[in-house]
T-cell receptor, first 114, second 116 residues
């Protein structure tokens, strides 16, 4: 079955520093990968997706993600973190074996320290 | 994008009672999805609801506990029946929307349920 793994429960970054939230995937066939963000007391918001094409995908709020096939990774990045980026981030994959249902990672809580 | 609203946004309920959560989408969609997010956990798909047919439930979820209605292409309800404290979660409605040649998935704001 398709799956994604987020190895870090929490990531702490000082404001202004670059941030990385890690995600690795396991899929058969072409991976359809996503990042979502959940701010406190709000629903999930779509950040970006990779389907095909350029390995560097740009998304909302200045975030980007790099698809690395050899390392089966799809890490989320931002060059300069803001305190307002503090939230819960989910990596996800479409499971082609389950009618393309989305499977979520466990989530990584990002804390940006002022 | 899709605009999705859910009612109620939050509720506190007594053990043994039932709560029905409503999901309204701003345009017609074929499939609607219901997810559960338990405290500190990721999202777990409960069921997929197609208009005009019975919902398809994921492993570990049953219709008697989580009955779903899908009366039209813009609306669905999820009922959490005979609640226990273990049902305390955020319940999210979601839809697929075609973007180019691919479907994107959009989520409602969620319903935060606390069962005492």
């Amino acid at each position: 079955a398709q799956s994604v793994a987020q190895p870090e429960d929490q990531v702490n970054v000082a404001e202004g520093n670059p941030l990385t939230v890690k995600c690795t995937y396991s899929v058969s066939g072409n991976p359809y990968l996503f990042w979502y963000v959940q701010y406190p007391n709000r629903g999930l918001q779509f950040l970006l997706k990779y389907i095909t094409g350029d390995n560097l995908v740009k998304g909302s709020y200045g975030f980007e993600a790099e698809f690395n096939k050899s390392q089966t990774s799809f890490h989320l990045k931002k060059p300069s973190a803001l305190v307002s980026d503090s939230a819960l981030y989910f990596c996800a994959v479409r499971d082609s074996n389950r009618d393309d249902k989305i499977i979520f990672g466990k989530g990584t809580r990002l804390h940006i320290l002022p | 994008s899709a605009v999705i609203s859910q009612k109620p946004s939050r509720d506190i309920c007594q053990r043994g009672t039932s709560l029905t959560i409503q999901c309204q989408v701003d345009s017609q969609v074929t499939m609607m999805f219901w997810y559960r997010q338990q405290p500190g956990q990721s999202l777990t798909l409960i069921a997929t609801a197609n208009q005009g047919s019975e919902a398809t439930y994921e492993s570990g979820f049953v219709i008697d506990k989580f009955p779903i209605s899908r009366p039209n292409l813009t609306f669905s309800t999820l009922t959490v029946s005979n609640m226990s404290p273990e049902d305390s979660s955020i319940y999210l409605c979601s839809v697929d929307r075609t973007s180019g040649s691919y479907n994107e998935q959009f989520f409602g704001p969620g319903t935060r349920l606390t069962v005492l």
